[in-house]
T-cell receptor, first 109, second 113 residues
Framework: GQNIDQPTEMTATEGAIVQINCTYQ??????LFWYQQHAGEAPTFLSY??LDGLEEKGRFSSFLSRSKGYSYLLLKELQMKDSASYLC??????????WGAGTKLIIKP | DADVTQTPRNRITKTGKRIMLECSQT?????MYWYRQDPGLGLRLIYY???????NKGEISDGYSVSRQAQAKFSLSLESAIPNQTALYFC????????????FGEGSRLTVL
């Protein structure tokens, strides 16, 4: 079966750095996405990786290793507004998105 | 105004009732999706549509139906609601770019008693 694994919850301190991991087992691979979802709100797109390596976008970076079926989202200079759930999703060989359950990130002052 | 709009935002109904959730978009995207989100689970695809004449079942289509009235409108119906359909429902459109990011509506929270 197809599976996306990510930690259920993480806690970090304001101003620090946090890395949220995502491992996947899917039938084929056509890209990996990260979305941010604040409580009670819609998910919003953060990043997309299809080739191995690091994609940087401001305070957020996303890394992909296709051979390891692994990605991480790196958040720097954490702010209280970064408290949210972070969803990892992979497009499989049929271009269907498979979603992880999300990682709830709690930021403490 | 939101680019992807869902109505109603909240609905409480009783078992056996027919419910329609509506979604409209101003982004001009052809591809639209309906997902449900439950605590502790990833988003699960109910139905999707690549254009007005193309509608496809997702992984959990049983108990649901959809209608694509126009490029901009995609409605989800629960023919006879049951309590385990209590969930947060999201409509989304897919962008035209290479990677096809999704743009989500604000969500419709449905409670079936």
């Amino acid at each position: 079966g197809q599976n996306i694994d990510q930690p259920t919850e993480m806690t970090a301190t304001e101003g620090a750095i946090v890395q949220i991991n995502c491992t996947y087992q899917t039938s084929g691979f056509n890209g990996l996405f990260w979305y941010q979802q604040h409580a009670g709100e819609a998910p919003t797109f953060l990043s997309y990786n299809v080739l191995d390596g690091l994609e940087e976008k401001g305070r957020f970076s996303s890394f992909l290793s296709r051979s390891k079926g692994y990605s991480y989202l790196l958040l720097k200079e954490l702010q209280m507004k970064d408290s949210a759930s972070y969803l990892c999703a992979v497009k499989d060989s049929n271009y269907q998105l498979i979603w992880g359950a999300g990682t709830k990130l709690i930021i403490k002052p | 105004d939101a680019d992807v709009t869902q109505t109603p935002r909240n609905r409480i109904t009783k078992t056996g009732k027919r419910i329609m959730l509506e979604c409209s978009q101003t982004k001009g995207h052809d591809r639209m999706y309906w997902y449900r989100q439950d605590p502790g689970l990833g988003l699960r695809l109910i139905y999707y549509s690549f254009d007005v004449k193309d509608i496809n079942k997702g992984e959990i289509s049983d108990g649901y139906s959809v209608s694509r009235q126009a490029q901009a409108k995609f409605s989800l119906s629960l023919e006879s609601a049951i309590p385990n359909q209590t969930a947060l429902y999201f409509c989304a459109t897919e962008g035209h770019g290479d990677h096809g990011e999704l743009f989500f509506g604000e969500g419709s929270r449905l409670t079936v008693l």
